[in-house]
């Protein structure tokens, strides 16, 4: 390799090998956050092969300058000059000459990035870039940017170009990056703002955040992005920068919906709006306190590797299998997986250091986790040594539903009877059943979630009483309403470029090209460059997966304390788009590989790039930094385990995916990584799941369900390691997801009538807009009596209905109907109110619920005058 | 009887009402004493206030940029526009007499700068004169809207930002007017001194630069007597 200097050499593609064995020892220091460092989250903006941009921007800077008539240096003015020179740039933003307005973009890109030619530290550059923002903001440079993208998307001629080529290149989206570049600059200067405490500028970050929350112009920010993202999977773009729109996609939700500290500030406001204790408990802390598993020795080899080694214990392997397969309830072919797995774990019993494994946090020897290769052999000390938990990490918890469910088995037991949704009265039973159910009701735990679910059945119950609830505006309700006419496909085109940017996904099988924005022209000639364009490709590829898996995250976290149903909605869609095995066949690679990857080179990130004397490109090219874990990549799998966790909590039917896509393998080898929070949401997957994988796998694993007891919050009197539990019973699975699915089109109805109705009814024409929601909103005031009516499915359960108007199902028809209903056909069916097919084609909507009104009005009137 | 009463308490009481009620007569049209700010006390005191002003004379710019003690900055800009809008609707009338699509085609004041009409979602190339209608259309809705002006006794930081993109898109109106229908130019200017207060009103705000305020207005200004701002 000529000239490159590697840190920590590793293939790329094999796995961690033993030569690297020292780093799986020792915990990951790693501490997740909302974002990265926003030095590197800047540096991330770039790909590599840009580099030769940066030159341009300084070009376009100091034309500008000559045209009128200054030094090219920036410093040197003054601030009046500063402003009015950013001015007359903006102006320069509305011309008609593309080329005059690029070279202004370019300009005031360049005073974004912090003047890097007059700097000679990365500092400076950050201050000064700080300082140009701040005052580009204030002068509207944000917002004049907003209009040049909006230009520059429906710049027909370069999207022609770009559908044309056989292979899009970074050349095609010169303009648009440009545009995407100082968009994100400014969001992400502004994000790292907001967090000091010290800033001067709180006024314009709040402004700031302001703006990109409310629609600008006629669109919210977020959501075109979003179109953007959906136009280029349909292949009708193929030039849009996607790693860009992505970071800046993802900025703009953070720094308008708020990080981990905003979301944990608005639970607790919305639980003591509705009467909830606060929680006190931060899944960050807590996990950081914790101490990293050992992982299960074999997890991270290829398992085949290990079954071949061990042939005798294979047979014997067999037969306890076989055994089992007759007692478990599961399908077969869940079995085989069974089998296969209880096999690769059995060998770890052959492995020394086997007793080593999951050193009890409660044991807590602080310098365990450096020191853990000198105790290979021994037993874990028990030492009584300063212990970071004394109890377990988490406060246990019980639900609402499990409190009636022990009542309901004690008092079955004890009294012989029940008293459905009764949980005050112990009268009969026993003391030690009675002090049972008190602690359970200490640890009772109410979550929103409850509380808005049963407010929606309320409501569903007596819509005309309850129905009328104001919806309290914050961005989290204006983004989802904003993205709900189209959210199936915004969920479905971020999981297509996921899929494209995992590791594991062959270039050229996928439909869509994520590499458009690091491809160059011209392709590499020297071994050095194309070393360089892997590494960057790389890159590329991990930031993409940061950027999908952090929104995604962000977007569930922040729907489901603004209300359930919202986050329902997005997850199931997340579902049906089969998210759960693309997380898994993600994680379905050498995860330490990923974890551990050096996809950078130092030297070649913004600013370092720029700053000071730029050694020679070919000679001595150091990959791969200081630091012994990839942080964006352990940033997206936690993300990512999390996103699993969040669809899968609570629901049967998606855990047994989990269980069909075999994930018990894949994410006992995620173990492997030694951080505490990742594989806290590792054991919490394995969790979930562990009834369905039978007495075979617990067996085998035992270590893993000791990790889970230690690690994982207790759900008393939860049975998740057995199977016995009631709800979890195969057949009923179908029917939980429909009956989720029919709650959420419910409230969708009743809260979003106008936005849905559009893309629902009107799939085509969803662009139509304007005169269609007049019409539709007219009936707004129907929607509450007839909410679904949209939906034909829902006809039927309308006119069924009982609250419609006490229409009864199986009525009788009155005398006078019978006598009379030769007039009633004559008038209603027959000759009166022909329908009017004018207004049937123009508002559907409005001669439907008529219609259907009218039916029941006369129905009723005949029923009561008899 | 109740008119004689009525006219009969306002002889006694004098109540101004300061309404231009339908049928008023072009003589009484504002016709109507002035009032010291501080005695003002409606929710729109600020446009009042403004209006008065300009009134009493439109040539005086110092005293008409001249703020009140104790305003509220953003107010006092928003108010200010607001009133440069309304009037300016006065230039287009009479641009539409002179200024045609086939005629002028592009929004254009010298050769070197044509402009995008940014009042659609994709700026596009409009005509001049609908680039007037669009751009005023374009600010009237944003300074009414509900969302970024809801009350016009405090305004949010974030919406006064944007009354800077509004002076940028405007002013090109007045200079389209000047290098291409001067006629009209100098007749309505010589009224109403619009572009003359508007040149001070951006450029003691800071909202537009100084080099980007091409049409001349010294020109104008020296035809007033009196005046010494240049």
Redesign the interface.
């Given at each position: 390799m000529d000239g490159l200097t590697i840190n920590n050499f590793f293939d790329s593609d094999g796995g961690f090998d033993s030569g690297n064995g020292a780093n799986e020892f020792v915990d990951l220091e790693f501490n997740y956050a909302d974002s990265d460092t926003h030095l590197n989250e800047i540096a991330e903006l770039y790909s590599y092969t840009e580099h030769n941009e940066f030159q341009l921007n300084v070009k376009a800077f100091e034309d500008q300058m000559e045209m009128?008539k200054l030094k090219p240096l920036w410093q040197q003015l003054d601030k009046?000059q500063h402003?009015?020179?950013i001015?007359?740039l903006?102006?320069q933003l509305?011309?008609?000459?593309n080329t005059m307005r690029m070279k202004a973009a370019r300009t005031l890109l360049y005073l974004a990035q912090g003047c890097w030619v007059e700097v000679q530290s990365d500092d400076e550059q950050q201050s000064l870039s700080r300082y140009n923002v701040m005052m580009l903001?204030?002068?509207?440079v944000f917002?004049?940017f907003v209009?040049l993208l909006?230009?520059e998307?429906?710049n027909a001629a370069t999207a022609n170009v770009a559908i044309r080529k056989i292979a899009v290149s970074l050349a095609d989206s010169v303009d648009l990056r440009v545009i995407l570049s100082v968009l994100y600059i400014i969001t992400e200067v502004m994000r790292a703002e907001s967090e000091r405490t010290d800033s001067e500028h709180l006024?314009?970050v709040?402004?700031?955040v302001?703006?990109i929350s409310?629609p600008l112009?006629?669109?919210l920010l977020a959501v075109k992005l979003l179109g953007m993202i959906t136009r280029f999977c349909s292949g009708s773009a193929p030039h849009f920068p996607m790693k860009k729109v992505l970071l800046l996609l993802w900025k703009v939700s953070l720094v308008s919906l708020g990080g981990t500290e905003t979301l944990k500030k608005l639970k607790n406001e919305y639980r003591e709006k509705e009467g909830l204790p606060v929680i006190t408990e931060d899944t960050l802390e807590v996990s950081r306190t914790m101490r990293a598993s050992s992982p299960p020795p074999t997890a991270g080899n290829d398992d085949n590797m290990a079954k071949r080694s061990r042939p005798f214990r294979r047979v014997r392997n067999i037969v306890i299998s076989e055994s089992l397969m007759k007692q478990s309830s599961l399908d077969e072919q869940e079995q085989l997986g069974m089998e296969m797995e209880a096999q690769n774990a059995e060998n770890e019993d052959y492995i020394p250091d086997y007793y080593r494994q999951f050193d009890d946090p409660m044991n807590g020897d602080k310098n365990g986790m450096m020191h853990n290769e000198c105790e290979l052999n021994k037993q874990p000390s028990i030492s009584a040594a300063t212990t970071q938990h004394p109890t377990l990490p988490w406060e246990p918890k019980v639900r609402q539903k499990d409190i009636y469910q022990f009542m309901d088995i004690s008092r079955r037991k004890f009294i012989g009877y029940t008293l459905p949704d009764n949980c005050e009265t112990t009268a009969g039973l026993p003391n030690p059943i009675c002090e049972g159910i008190n602690i359970l009701k200490r640890h009772l735990y109410v979550s929103l979630a409850d509380i808005q679910v049963k407010r929606e059945e309320e409501i569903a119950r007596n819509p005309l009483t309850k129905g009328e609830e104001e919806v309290p505006i914050n961005p989290t309700e204006v983004l989802y309403q904003a993205i709900l006419p189209n959210l199936p496909q915004y969920m479905i085109s971020l999981l297509k470029i996921l899929l494209a940017a995992a590791p594991t996904s062959k270039a050229k099988t996928e439909s869509i090209n994520i590499m458009a924005d690091v491809l160059p022209e011209d392709m590499p000639m020297t071994v050095t460059q194309s070393t360089k364009l892997g590494i960057d490709v790389n890159r590329h590829k991990e930031i993409i997966v940061k950027a999908v898996s952090a929104i995604l995250l962000l977007y569930l976290k922040h729907f489901k304390i603004n209300h359930v149903y919202q986050f329902e909605f997005m997850s199931q869609h997340l579902v049906f788009a089969n998210c759960i095995p693309l997380v898994l066949k993600f994680f379905n690679q050498s995860i330490m590989t990923y974890v551990g990857s050096k996809n950078i080179i130092p030297i070649m990130d913004f600013p370092s790039c720029v700053i000071g004397e730029q050694p020679e490109l070919t000679s001595d090219l150091v990959i791969g930094d200081s630091e012994p874990y990839s942080w964006r990549n352990i940033f997206s799998c936690i993300n990512l385990l999390r996103i699993l966790n969040k669809l899968t909590k609570w629901k049967n039917s998606r855990i047994m995916m989990l269980v069909v896509f075999k994930s018990a393998p894949i994410l006992k080898r995620t173990l492997k990584v030694r951080h505490a929070m990742m594989q806290l949401y590792v054991l919490k997957l394995l969790k979930m799941q562990t009834k369905y994988l039978g007495r075979q796998w617990r067996k085998t694993n035992m270590k893993i369900i000791s990790a889970i007891y230690q690690k994982v919050r207790h759900h008393l009197n939860s049975d998740w390691a057995f199977g016995n539990d009631l709800d979890a019973r195969p057949w009923d699975f179908q029917a939980e997801e429909c009956t989720l699915r029919t709650c959420v089109d419910r409230f969708n109805n009743r809260r979003y009538f106008s936005q849905i109705s559009n893309a629902v009814r009107f799939p085509d024409q969803s662009n139509v807009g304007g005169n269609q929601n007049l019409g539709l909103n007219a009936n707004n005031c129907d929607n509450s009596i007839f909410n679904g009516i949209e939906n034909e499915l829902n006809i039927n359960n309308l006119l069924n209905s009982e609250n419609l108007l006490e229409v009864d199902d199986h009525f009788e028809l009155t005398k006078e109907f019978k006598n009379n209903y030769e007039a009633w056909l004559k008038e209603e069916v027959f000759c009166a109110n022909p329908i009017d097919w004018n207004e049937v084609l123009n508002e559907p909507n409005l001669v439907l619920i008529n219609e259907i009104k009218n039916a029941i009005r006369y129905s009723t009137y005949f029923m009561k005058s008899g | 009887m109740v008119m004689e009463a009525s006219q009969q308490n306002q002889q006694t009481q004098q109540p101004i009402v300061r309404r231009n009620r339908p049928g008023t007569t072009t003589k009484e049209f504002c016709q109507w004493p002035d009032e010291n700010f501080e005695e003002m006390d409606s929710t729109l005191v600020v446009q009042q206030f403004i209006q008065q002003m300009i009134r009493k004379d439109p040539s005086n710019v110092e005293k008409l940029l001249n703020m009140p003690d104790g305003q509220d900055e953003g107010v006092w800009k928003y108010e200010h526009l607001r009133q440069f809008c309304m009037e300016l609707n006065g230039l287009a009338v009479k641009l539409q007499t002179q200024c045609f699509p086939a005629t002028c085609t592009?929004m254009t004041a010298t050769e070197q700068?044509?402009?995008?009409c940014?009042a659609h979602?994709?700026?596009k190339?409009c005509p001049a004169i609908d680039y007037t209608r669009h751009t005023l259309d374009g600010a009237a809705c944003l300074l009414n809207s509900n969302?970024y002006f809801p009350s016009r006794v405090s305004i949010?930081?974030?919406s006064v930002?944007?009354l800077?993109?509004v002076c940028?898109?405007v002013y090109r109106i007045f200079s389209h007017a000047y290098f291409h229908h001067r006629r009209i130019f100098n007749e309505f200017e010589e009224q109403t001194f619009l572009c003359l207060r508007f040149t001070h009103f951006v450029t003691k705000y800071?909202?537009?630069?100084?080099?980007?305020l091409i049409v001349p207005i010294s020109d104008a200004v020296s035809e007033i007597p009196g005046e010494s701002e240049a």
């Amino acid at each position: 390799m000529d000239g490159l200097t590697i840190n920590n050499f590793f293939d790329s593609d094999g796995g961690f090998d033993s030569g690297n064995g020292a780093n799986e020892f020792v915990d990951l220091e790693f501490n997740y956050a909302d974002s990265d460092t926003h030095l590197n989250e800047i540096a991330e903006l770039y790909s590599y092969t840009e580099h030769n941009e940066f030159q341009l921007n300084v070009k376009a800077f100091e034309d500008q300058m000559e045209m009128y008539k200054l030094k090219p240096l920036w410093q040197q003015l003054d601030k009046d000059q500063h402003q009015s020179i950013i001015l007359k740039l903006i102006d320069q933003l509305e011309v008609l000459d593309n080329t005059m307005r690029m070279k202004a973009a370019r300009t005031l890109l360049y005073l974004a990035q912090g003047c890097w030619v007059e700097v000679q530290s990365d500092d400076e550059q950050q201050s000064l870039s700080r300082y140009n923002v701040m005052m580009l903001y204030r002068l509207g440079v944000f917002q004049a940017f907003v209009e040049l993208l909006n230009l520059e998307i429906e710049n027909a001629a370069t999207a022609n170009v770009a559908i044309r080529k056989i292979a899009v290149s970074l050349a095609d989206s010169v303009d648009l990056r440009v545009i995407l570049s100082v968009l994100y600059i400014i969001t992400e200067v502004m994000r790292a703002e907001s967090e000091r405490t010290d800033s001067e500028h709180l006024d314009l970050v709040d402004a700031f955040v302001q703006e990109i929350s409310q629609p600008l112009g006629d669109e919210l920010l977020a959501v075109k992005l979003l179109g953007m993202i959906t136009r280029f999977c349909s292949g009708s773009a193929p030039h849009f920068p996607m790693k860009k729109v992505l970071l800046l996609l993802w900025k703009v939700s953070l720094v308008s919906l708020g990080g981990t500290e905003t979301l944990k500030k608005l639970k607790n406001e919305y639980r003591e709006k509705e009467g909830l204790p606060v929680i006190t408990e931060d899944t960050l802390e807590v996990s950081r306190t914790m101490r990293a598993s050992s992982p299960p020795p074999t997890a991270g080899n290829d398992d085949n590797m290990a079954k071949r080694s061990r042939p005798f214990r294979r047979v014997r392997n067999i037969v306890i299998s076989e055994s089992l397969m007759k007692q478990s309830s599961l399908d077969e072919q869940e079995q085989l997986g069974m089998e296969m797995e209880a096999q690769n774990a059995e060998n770890e019993d052959y492995i020394p250091d086997y007793y080593r494994q999951f050193d009890d946090p409660m044991n807590g020897d602080k310098n365990g986790m450096m020191h853990n290769e000198c105790e290979l052999n021994k037993q874990p000390s028990i030492s009584a040594a300063t212990t970071q938990h004394p109890t377990l990490p988490w406060e246990p918890k019980v639900r609402q539903k499990d409190i009636y469910q022990f009542m309901d088995i004690s008092r079955r037991k004890f009294i012989g009877y029940t008293l459905p949704d009764n949980c005050e009265t112990t009268a009969g039973l026993p003391n030690p059943i009675c002090e049972g159910i008190n602690i359970l009701k200490r640890h009772l735990y109410v979550s929103l979630a409850d509380i808005q679910v049963k407010r929606e059945e309320e409501i569903a119950r007596n819509p005309l009483t309850k129905g009328e609830e104001e919806v309290p505006i914050n961005p989290t309700e204006v983004l989802y309403q904003a993205i709900l006419p189209n959210l199936p496909q915004y969920m479905i085109s971020l999981l297509k470029i996921l899929l494209a940017a995992a590791p594991t996904s062959k270039a050229k099988t996928e439909s869509i090209n994520i590499m458009a924005d690091v491809l160059p022209e011209d392709m590499p000639m020297t071994v050095t460059q194309s070393t360089k364009l892997g590494i960057d490709v790389n890159r590329h590829k991990e930031i993409i997966v940061k950027a999908v898996s952090a929104i995604l995250l962000l977007y569930l976290k922040h729907f489901k304390i603004n209300h359930v149903y919202q986050f329902e909605f997005m997850s199931q869609h997340l579902v049906f788009a089969n998210c759960i095995p693309l997380v898994l066949k993600f994680f379905n690679q050498s995860i330490m590989t990923y974890v551990g990857s050096k996809n950078i080179i130092p030297i070649m990130d913004f600013p370092s790039c720029v700053i000071g004397e730029q050694p020679e490109l070919t000679s001595d090219l150091v990959i791969g930094d200081s630091e012994p874990y990839s942080w964006r990549n352990i940033f997206s799998c936690i993300n990512l385990l999390r996103i699993l966790n969040k669809l899968t909590k609570w629901k049967n039917s998606r855990i047994m995916m989990l269980v069909v896509f075999k994930s018990a393998p894949i994410l006992k080898r995620t173990l492997k990584v030694r951080h505490a929070m990742m594989q806290l949401y590792v054991l919490k997957l394995l969790k979930m799941q562990t009834k369905y994988l039978g007495r075979q796998w617990r067996k085998t694993n035992m270590k893993i369900i000791s990790a889970i007891y230690q690690k994982v919050r207790h759900h008393l009197n939860s049975d998740w390691a057995f199977g016995n539990d009631l709800d979890a019973r195969p057949w009923d699975f179908q029917a939980e997801e429909c009956t989720l699915r029919t709650c959420v089109d419910r409230f969708n109805n009743r809260r979003y009538f106008s936005q849905i109705s559009n893309a629902v009814r009107f799939p085509d024409q969803s662009n139509v807009g304007g005169n269609q929601n007049l019409g539709l909103n007219a009936n707004n005031c129907d929607n509450s009596i007839f909410n679904g009516i949209e939906n034909e499915l829902n006809i039927n359960n309308l006119l069924n209905s009982e609250n419609l108007l006490e229409v009864d199902d199986h009525f009788e028809l009155t005398k006078e109907f019978k006598n009379n209903y030769e007039a009633w056909l004559k008038e209603e069916v027959f000759c009166a109110n022909p329908i009017d097919w004018n207004e049937v084609l123009n508002e559907p909507n409005l001669v439907l619920i008529n219609e259907i009104k009218n039916a029941i009005r006369y129905s009723t009137y005949f029923m009561k005058s008899g | 009887m109740v008119m004689e009463a009525s006219q009969q308490n306002q002889q006694t009481q004098q109540p101004i009402v300061r309404r231009n009620r339908p049928g008023t007569t072009t003589k009484e049209f504002c016709q109507w004493p002035d009032e010291n700010f501080e005695e003002m006390d409606s929710t729109l005191v600020v446009q009042q206030f403004i209006q008065q002003m300009i009134r009493k004379d439109p040539s005086n710019v110092e005293k008409l940029l001249n703020m009140p003690d104790g305003q509220d900055e953003g107010v006092w800009k928003y108010e200010h526009l607001r009133q440069f809008c309304m009037e300016l609707n006065g230039l287009a009338v009479k641009l539409q007499t002179q200024c045609f699509p086939a005629t002028c085609t592009q929004m254009t004041a010298t050769e070197q700068w044509i402009f995008l009409c940014a009042a659609h979602k994709t700026p596009k190339e409009c005509p001049a004169i609908d680039y007037t209608r669009h751009t005023l259309d374009g600010a009237a809705c944003l300074l009414n809207s509900n969302k970024y002006f809801p009350s016009r006794v405090s305004i949010k930081e974030s919406s006064v930002l944007k009354l800077g993109s509004v002076c940028r898109r405007v002013y090109r109106i007045f200079s389209h007017a000047y290098f291409h229908h001067r006629r009209i130019f100098n007749e309505f200017e010589e009224q109403t001194f619009l572009c003359l207060r508007f040149t001070h009103f951006v450029t003691k705000y800071n909202l537009m630069s100084k080099d980007n305020l091409i049409v001349p207005i010294s020109d104008a200004v020296s035809e007033i007597p009196g005046e010494s701002e240049a």
